[in-house]
């Protein structure tokens, strides 16, 4: 009875794969995933403002790219894709996090690396402030005459 | 401390302030567009008057394609008479100028249109696919337009009629 059994799991889970791939495949434009549209639009730079993003700013131009990229999603396009779309015909001033790669790389190492410089300066000039502090053996004086301390032994007590 | 370290401090904020005095001097709205030397986005717009324009059919002429809206005040209101003069002293020489219309209201489109006796198609960008296309970010913008169908120049703000001419004449001599 159990290989009846596994053909019947497998005949289950044929059909079930079968179901999700066909309903996959009959709708891909009905449903735009809104968390991928907002997720896109937050990435964009709306471009009549000042430091929004086309999901923030109620601006018109903001609601026509919404628009532009709800129907690029639509019409199957992935969210990388719809954001390359606007780089192509914006620049890669449209958006608001420059990418991690080429020239705009430096946006994001050259902060990183000063802030560690500046740790480790500090640091190291810490280190060497703290050490010139330390007493140092005092150089011996100019050499008293005894005559002179025993005179200053003798005055202490007497007082 | 040696003495010349001491000197570090001040010359860090040299590159800082040599940026900060770039960036100034900089127009923040002169983005180049990555749309100039490629081939002109398509577009088929229903005009406010006349037949529809596409841009297919206008292969083999400059096409001057002007970015405006009648709210775009004062800079689209000085640039309407120098586009009509510009088509009218050219549209003999296989020029085409076509207005786009963007965010606006279609009736006070119409009025502009009549308002400056605008001769060269008109036609409204209703859900800014065309604009969004073209990759614009303000009104007014021009695209200039070659014979090939590929953009050469873009021109942010109101265009004059040296603007025009400069831009359009080395186009019209390209056969």
């Given amino acids: 009875m159990r290989s009846r059994d596994l053909v019947a799991v497998v005949l289950l889970v044929a059909a079930l794969a079968f179901f999700v791939w066909s309903a996959r495949a009959q709708t891909p434009a009905a449903s735009v995933d809104e968390q991928d549209l907002h997720e896109i639009a937050a990435r964009l730079r709306c471009v009549v403002c000042q430091n929004l993003s086309v999901a923030d700013s109620p601006s018109e131009m903001a609601t026509q790219m919404r628009g532009v990229i709800r129907e690029r999603l639509a019409a199957g396009d992935r969210p990388e894709q719809v954001v390359q779309y606007f780089v192509d015909k914006y620049g890669e001033w449209i958006l608001l996090s420059p990418r991690r790669q080429g020239f705009t790389l430096l946006v994001w190492v050259v902060p990183a690396v000063a802030a560690l410089g500046g740790v480790v300066l500090a640091g190291w000039l810490i280190v060497r402030w703290s050490r010139r502090r330390e007493p140092r053996p005092s150089p011996p004086g100019p050499a008293v005459d005894p005559a002179m301390s025993e005179r200053i032994r003798r005055e202490m007590e007497s007082s | ?175």
């Fill in chain 2, 1 to 175: 401390m040696k003495r010349w370290l001491v000197w570090l401090i001040p010359l860090a904020a040299v590159p800082v302030l040599a940026l900060l005095a770039y960036g100034f001097r900089v127009n923040p709205r002169d983005v180049p567009s990555p749309l100039v030397g490629r081939p002109a986005p398509a577009f088929r717009l229903e005009a406010y008057d006349g037949p529809p324009v596409a841009l297919e059919a206008l292969r083999g002429k400059v096409v001057v394609v002007n970015f405006w809206a009648s709210w775009c005040y004062p800079a689209c209101y000085e640039e309407a008479p120098a586009l009509e003069r510009g088509w009218g002293a050219y549209r003999d020489r296989d020029v085409v100028v076509v207005g786009v219309d963007i965010q606006d209201k279609r009736e006070a489109g119409r009025k502009f249109i009549k308002d400056f006796r605008l001769s060269f198609p008109n036609a409204p960008d209703p859900a800014g696919k065309v604009s969004i296309d073209y990759g614009v970010y303000g009104v007014p913008e021009t695209f200039f337009i070659d014979r090939a169908g590929r953009i050469r120049a873009k021109h942010v703000g109101a265009v004059t009629d040296e603007v025009f001419r400069a831009r359009v004449e080395p186009l019209v001599a390209e056969k």
